[in-house]
């Protein structure tokens, strides 16, 4: 089937991604005190590749900028009184950023999120059910303005518990939910337990973001049994704009290579990663000039493939979405571990609740794995801990617990506890 509706996202050639490029660089560099302290004499670029010649901008460069120069930082090409959006990120890594935008970088956002819903199907004839914090979180706001932009009705669900949600998505017949793919999960748990499933019934799209996991297919297929929804997924991060839509016809999210210059980078070296490998998300926003990020580090981790979808659609194909994040990656025994490849194996088995992944040292200083996991059948414990050692090849000990004893998590999941001492106490504990 051809989506007529799809939006078309037109990558442009690469003299005119370069030359948007100069034009954003050469404008921070005259106007922007942290860009033109960082990028200096280094512009403008002979081709896209030079841009590896220019610094990272991580998180903490941005967050150090603003201790230094509270409360907004020197990330500010305009005046102050330009701005006139200010949204903080959730500071679930760390301390709080403070974003600003103009009016013409939100409407920026306004049209990048309208590309998500319309790839999503989303149009003037749905109801879209908003279960985001509307606080100083930028992904209630964006998505309110996305879903205005394909002309589609706002039903906002912030403020609300989850049994005033499910009344609200019922009596108001909503069509499309928006939501973290966890409380896509936990949403129609409780819609079950309480006797409201006739609150899912309206609901055809479930479009998620803001944690990994809707591409990942297991879960994917739990919100969708859920739901009776198809389940979508997009990405984006406050400080870097909407760089992610959905494949609505092979799964997965395609990079917005028209607004944004993608690489995806070796986290140890930076290096680009070869095909068929996992690295980071390193993204320059071309047209996001009041609040410019350039090469920033996402801390998403991304599978790089040089195939296109089956769909044809432009920019990059990533049919797993976000693998993870690269502050999530735990290494355990010199190997790499995604809590989300965990929860992928988990939610292969349908008897499995909530889970708790706990990663501690041995006496010996051997680090182990557990995972507490709330089962219907608890007879289902070995065989998950096969799957886990054939797909991950780690040995996990598995707690099996009663369903309804683990606290039920509804936001960015919190599932993980490392308990390990430092890795330099580690070292010296083993080297003892
Ligand atoms: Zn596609």
Redesign the pocket.
């Known amino acids: 089937m051809v989506s007529e509706a799809h939006p078309i996202v037109a990558v442009p050639p690469e003299a005119e991604r370069l030359r948007r490029l100069n034009d954003l660089l050469a404008l921070v560099v005259e106007h922007n005190p942290f860009q033109r302290d960082r990028l200096g004499d280094d512009v403008p670029l002979r081709s896209l590749e030079d841009l590896a010649d220019l610094p990272f901008t991580t998180k903490d460069d941005l967050v150090a900028d603003q201790a230094a120069h509270p409360p907004y930082g020197t990330n500010l090409t305009y005046p102050l009184e330009r701005y006139t959006h200010l949204h903080q990120t959730s500071g679930t890594t760390g301390q709080t950023l403070r974003v600003l935008d103009t009016p013409e970088d939100w409407a920026w956002w306004r049209r990048n999120l309208g590309i998500v819903f319309r790839s999503a199907g989303v149009g003037p004839e749905d109801r879209v059910a908003l279960a985001y914090s509307f606080g100083p979180y930028i992904q209630f706001w964006a998505s309110y303005e996305g879903a205005q932009d394909v002309g589609a009705m706002v039903i906002a669900l912030g403020g609300m518990d989850s049994l005033q949600r499910l009344t609200t998505i019922r009596d108001y017949g909503a069509t499309t939910l928006l939501c973290t793919p966890t409380y896509a999960v936990h949403l129609a748990r409780v819609a079950d337990q309480n006797g409201l499933a006739e609150a899912l019934a309206t609901v055809d799209k479930v479009v998620c973001t803001g944690e990994p996991g809707a591409s990942i297919a297991s879960v994917r297929r739990q919100i969708q049994l859920g739901w009776g929804a198809r389940c979508l997924d997009h990405a984006g991060l406050s400080e870097v704009g909407s760089f992610a839509y959905p ?4 799964g ?1 999210m ?1 990079l917005r290579e028209d607004e944004f210059v993608a690489e995806i980078l070796d986290p140890e070296t930076g290096a680009p990663v070869e095909d068929g490998a996992t690295g980071e998300l390193v993204v320059t926003a071309l047209a996001r000039t009041g609040f410019p990020v350039i090469r920033y580090r996402t801390g998403d981790i991304v599978e790089r493939r040089p195939e ?6 432009p920019g990059r ?1 990533l049919p797993q979405g976000i693998l993870g994040r690269s502050d999530d990656m735990v290494v355990i025994r010199g190997m790499n571990v995604f809590p989300s490849a965990i929860e992928q194996t988990l939610r292969e088995f349908p008897g499995v609740g909530e889970f708790r992944i706990t990663f501690y040292s041995e006496p010996t200083a051997m680090d182990e794995v557990k995972l507490e996991v709330e089962l219907a059948r608890p007879l289902e414990a070995r065989a998950i801990q096969a799957q886990l050692r054939q797909t991950l090849g780690l040995r996990v000990r598995i707690v099996p617990l009663k369903p309804g004893i683990l606290p039920v998590q509804v936001g960015k999941a919190r599932r993980v506890a490392d308990l390990r001492p430092p890795l330099a106490e580690r070292r010296a504990r083993q080297e003892a």
Do not use: A, K, V, Y
Not at 247 to 250: Q, S, V
Not at 308 to 313: E, L, Q, T, Y
């Open positions: 494949c609505d016809e092979c997965g395609h296109p979808c089956g769909g044809g659609h194909w």
